[in-house]
């Protein structure tokens, strides 16, 4: 076995997907990886990112479409022994008992009943689940569901374990108990993992359980930052120096990608074109948190992971928020944090009418979909279009999926600024108001 | 060792519940309790029975000679017996068939094309007319035996359930969660083993609600397939259909009565000993977490659940499927990456090229070679009397379901606003829904000929008797599940009575009703052929309509007829099915759904 300390090696991984009608559509672009052994990894980045889709093909469930993965040395060409996954939804088999779920991995293998049956409950033991082995999957709140399926994971006695968001469906107080248990387990080497991968949207969690962040940009997924985490365990989530790394990440993370220096030039001059995938946004939460910014006692000025605290954000919702208030032109972002700009300070401060024309303006200056659904109305005879069209032409730039989600964002935010209307019964974009 | 030890107690020690009902631990395992004094003798008694009744289907038997049916109703537990076990053989190999059916179609992408757009045609082929297209092959293959006749009935039940099974499976299968998928990928589940570990459970809750669907609609073809005519012959299997048939030709309006009484029983068993404990038992595949109204364990799951006989069983089909998995273990050595077959992509292209070449050719040699029949046995201008037929039965369909709706949907609203005298009478309705509605043919069949009414006209009831009840059904159910919010707001608003309806109860009840006027629908194109001709000793009463060219066709043995006859039913329910019903249901998809 050649043995370089590397337990996980992704060369040159890029992914495609592809269907019958669309061309391929790139999702992971030459990542380069490695997994160390006695290190815990994470990979930070938005949703979209391909950071699950990167998980998914390090765990053999996906195979690359170009480059190579090796899990000790030997390519990996399906799930391999060895490799375990916790998953984000748990995936648990809900007509299994706890026990039932935990044994199903060495049912498999062809493990004897007797010794699957100890090693099962030592591993429901371990996790702290004695005393529900005869419980149904949805008997059990939520925290509890994922200790099973961490138990699930351990009881393979896995070399690597695979951590797909797994504490991000859990309550904060959950999620934090968990993961300290987790890390216990861990550190104190009760369990004869070598290393971990924790994929995540959670900066905080990231930062206190790493030791190195690997931070994934968009369209298409790439290794946009990798930062070493060497402080001393166990991390306090509130020490300066935590913090500051905490600052750096949201930094990186918080950045529109094109405008950052040093980003290769994929796109030339204009950043964001007719295909780019708008961030997701309600209105309602784009004006309050521009709100937010621009009151006391931010008055205009406010540091991210302050932000995330006071009006109750998640990491996740909080990047797709910035990244629309950043198109938009209403705030600016560097180093960590966010001011408004003076179009986003006259916004906060005019009334519903004022907004309506201020937003109609700034999404025919700065989004180009916006521009192009307006400018084809206003050419039409009839002035209206049907929404296929426009999908078709996003679907030049994204998957079908993707494609419905822009033209939904689309609609929401033209709507609001009352830069066209919508027919959802026919499927109609047009000038007209409904009479 | 640590069996041993943790087995002292009651409730642990439920594991191990791929299939079955929980296991109580070992050591109170063997001592019997008084569940099994109900339990012994209903399995040793059943076992008997089931011995004798199948021993019955291979007698000698040759065309011309009569069995004996006696309308002395003490011979109808024997019928009855006899009935049950056609259904339970047929429901048997439905089971078997869309397992297959089913997994092959869902894995093999190249297959699926095939397979789906087939079983879409199968299921709005009349079921009475596979019986009498496969009637002869079937005597063929058992010469001078029953067992052919046999095999003839129990294959027109089978096709009355296998689709809709084999359909509800299909998406079930192509529905499994990808992260549960995922799971048995990552911790290397064999297609064998994530076939029974994680499709079939996922699939079972609505597998087992269809059962019971497929089986209400059986009932019906039962009665209709005892009693077979070939070739002029008429030959009756013993059965409670063959009974009924028998008392028709004797205007025993009596012996009706007993056959209705028998039947009601008959249901009542199947309901109360199969389904009841089986839709209860299936509560634990539902992927969702508990809902309110969870489903009391019937007293027969109660049964199964505590008679230690039944453990002892279990633990034979435990056995048996870990020996099954060891061999398919054996059979099959573990395959790297456990997906469909991969060719290189462009191997993939050519041989989707070469499969859909395959398929187009297949389709035109059977347009060509239906074309060439047609014209040298029947000739056009019989196709084109057909194709007129069809408008008749088309008019009546249409006909029957609007005034259906009108008579239920009021009435379905009016219980379903009622929520505690809703759950009383849902059951009822199911029943009726099973309950085969041929049976109370003869009835009205005497209501015509005393009160000498329109023949045209008054057939055509028949054709929905049996199948109204889906839309009262649905009707409640929908109504059942409008929120009470909705309501209050309504009354809040002081709306009128009009709009109350238009804007609130109709829209709200919408996709309900669709699907319980397709399955109405649906029904009524296939009881066309038993109530398009209907009999009472002597009186024949035949209604112009497809239904009744089939039914004339069958009893000359006319095969030419028959399939020309069948094709055009089969195109009619196509046709509607796709310009009408599919379109109402993606209306109500896509807007009228509450969620």
Redesign the interface.
């Known amino acids: 076995m050649p043995d370089d300390g590397r337990l996980i090696c992704a060369e040159k991984v890029c992914k495609t997907y592809q269907t019958a009608e669309t061309p391929g559509r790139l999702v992971l672009d030459h990542v380069d990886f490695s997994l160390h052994e006695g290190e815990i990894v994470a990979i930070l980045g938005k949703s979209g990112s391909g950071k699950s889709t990167f998980l998914?093909v390090l765990?053999g469930?996906t195979?690359p479409t170009e480059g190579r993965v090796a899990y000790r040395g030997h390519t990996v060409?399906?799930?391999a022994?060895g490799?375990?996954?916790v998953?984000?939804?748990?995936?648990?088999?809900?007509?299994?008992?706890v026990?039932?779920n935990v044994e199903?991995?060495l049912?498999?293998?062809?493990v004897p009943r007797?010794e699957r049956?100890?090693r099962a409950?030592k591993a429901i033991d371990l996790i702290g689940l004695d005393g529900f082995?005869?419980a149904?999957p949805?008997?059990l709140s939520g925290g509890m569901r994922q200790r099973v399926g961490f138990a699930?994971a351990l009881v393979?006695n896995p070399d690597v374990l695979l951590l797909d968001e797994p504490f991000s469906a859990l309550d904060v107080l959950t999620a934090e108990t968990l993961r300290g248990d987790m890390l216990d387990l861990w550190l104190e080497r009760r369990v004869p993992t070598k290393g971990i991968i924790l994929v995540s949207h959670n900066i905080e969690e990231a930062v206190e359980v790493a030791d190195r962040i690997i931070i994934f940009g968009s369209d298409p997924g790439h290794i946009r930052a990798e930062i070493p985490v060497s402080l001393p365990r166990p991390r306090d989530v509130t020490s300066p120096r935590v913090q500051q790394i905490v600052d750096e990440v949201y930094a990186i993370l918080t950045t529109v990608p094109g405008r950052e220096p040093g980003r290769r030039g994929l796109r030339g001059v204009e950043t964001v074109g007719v295909g780019y995938r708008l961030p997701a946004a309600s209105i309602q939460q784009l004006v309050g948190l521009l709100d937010a910014i621009s009151a006391p006692p931010y008055s205009g000025r406010a540091d991210l992971p302050h932000l995330v605290e006071s009006e109750h954000i998640e990491d996740e919702a909080l990047f797709v928020l910035v990244e629309a208030l950043q198109l938009l032109g209403f705030a600016q972002v560097a180093g960590g944090d966010i001011w408004a700009t003076p179009v986003g300070r006259a916004f906060a401060e005019a009334d519903l009418q004022t907004r309506k024309q201020i937003f109609a303006d700034q999404l025919r200056r700065s989004i180009p979909l916006a521009a192009h659904i307006r400018k084809v109305l206003d050419e039409r005879p009839g002035h209206s279009a049907p929404e296929a069209r426009f999908l078709a032409e996003l679907e030049d730039h994204l998957s079908e999926e993707e494609a419905h989600e822009v033209l939904e964002t689309m609609i929401n935010w033209g709507r609001y600024a009352e830069l066209f209307a919508y027919d959802y019964?026919r499927g109609v974009l047009s000038l007209e108001n409904p009479t | 060792m640590w069996r041993a030890a943790r087995s002292g107690g009651g409730a642990e020690g439920t594991m191990q519940q791929r299939w079955g009902l929980p296991i109580v631990a070992w050591p109170s395992r063997l001592r019997p309790n008084y569940w099994d004094g109900v339990a012994l003798p209903l399995v040793l008694g059943s076992v008997v029975l089931l011995a004798w009744a199948s021993r019955q289907m291979g007698a000698p038997y040759r065309l011309g000679e009569t069995l004996a049916i006696s309308l002395d109703p003490r011979y109808l537990p024997e019928y009855g017996l006899r009935t049950v076990l056609r259904m339970a053989l047929a429901l048997a190999a439905s089971l078997a068939f869309s397992l297959a059916y089913a997994a092959f179609a869902a894995k093999s992408r190249r297959a699926e094309k095939l397979l789906i757009p087939v079983l879409d045609i199968l299921q709005s082929v009349p079921i009475l007319g596979f019986l009498s297209i496969t009637v002869t092959g079937f005597i063929a293959l058992f010469p001078g035996s029953l067992m052919g006749y046999e095999c003839a009935a129990i294959f027109a039940i089978f096709t009355s359930q296998a689709w809709n099974m084999t359909f509800s499976l299909y998406q079930s299968f192509i529905g499994v969660p990808q992260d549960l998928r995922e799971a048995a990928r990552m911790y290397h589940l064999s297609p064998w083993q994530s076939f029974w570990q994680l499709e079939v459970p996922f699939a079972t809750p609505q597998l087992i609600w269809n059962m019971m669907m497929s089986v209400s609609g059986g009932w019906f073809f039962v009665v209709a397939s005892e009693a077979i005519s070939v070739n002029g012959q008429d030959v009756k299997l013993p059965g409670i259909g063959s009974y009924i048939a028998l008392a028709i030709e004797q205007r025993d309006l009596a012996a009706v009565g007993y056959a209705i009484l028998a039947m009601l029983v008959l249901i009542l068993i199947y309901d109360q000993l199969l389904f009841r404990p089986l839709l209860a038992w299936a509560q634990r595949f539902k992927v969702e977490a508990i809902t309110q109204d969870e489903i009391e364990p019937p007293w027969f799951l109660i049964m199964l659940q505590r008679a230690r006989l039944f453990d002892l069983m279990r633990s034979v089909v435990d056995a048996a499927a870990v020996l099954l998995s060891w061999l398919a273990r054996r059979a099959a050595p573990r395959r790297a990456g456990v997906q469909r077959l991969r060719f290189g992509a462009a191997g993939a292209r050519w041989a989707d090229l070469v499969w859909n070449g395959v398929l187009i050719a297949g389709v035109a040699y059977a347009i060509i070679d239906i074309a060439r029949f047609v014209e040298s046995e029947v000739g056009l201008h019989e196709v084109l009397h057909v194709l007129l037929l069809g408008l008749c039965t088309l008019a009546r369909v249409v006909v029957l379901i609007v005034l259906a709706a009108l008579i239920w949907v009021p009435i379905g609203v009016w219980i379903g606003l009622r929520p505690r005298l809703a759950r009383r009478v849902q059951p009822i309705v199911q029943f009726l829904a099973a309950f085969p509605a041929n049976l109370f043919f003869p009835v009205a069949v005497v209501a015509i000929l005393r009160f000498h009414l329109d023949v045209e006209i008054w057939v055509s009831p028949l054709m929905i008797l049996g199948t109204q009840w889906y839309i009262l059904f649905n009707v409640i159910a929908g109504t059942l599940a409008l929120p009470t919010d909705y309501q209050f707001v309504a009354s809040n608003l002081g709306v009128s009575r009009l709009l109350w309806w238009r804007r609130l109860i109709l829209p709200a009840i919408f996709p309900a009703f669709v699907t319980g006027a397709v399955t109405a629908s649906g029904g009524s194109w296939n009881a066309s052929i038993v109530a398009e001709v209907v009999r009472w000793g002597n009186d024949t009463l035949v209604a112009t309509g497809i239904g009744a060219y089939i039914a004339e066709a069958t009893e000359k043995g006319d095969f030419p007829r028959i399939a020309l006859g069948i094709c055009v039913l089969c195109l009619y329910v196509l046709l509607f099915n796709r310009l009408l019903w599919r379109r109402l249901y993606l209306l109500a998809e896509e807007r009228l759904r509450l969620d």
């Open positions: 998914r765990a469930l195979p060409e399906g799930p022994h490799i375990a996954m998953f984000q939804t748990f995936a648990l088999f809900p007509w299994l008992t026990l039932g199903l991995g049912e498999a293998q062809g007797a049956r100890q409950l082995e005869s149904y949805k008997e699930r393979v019964d």
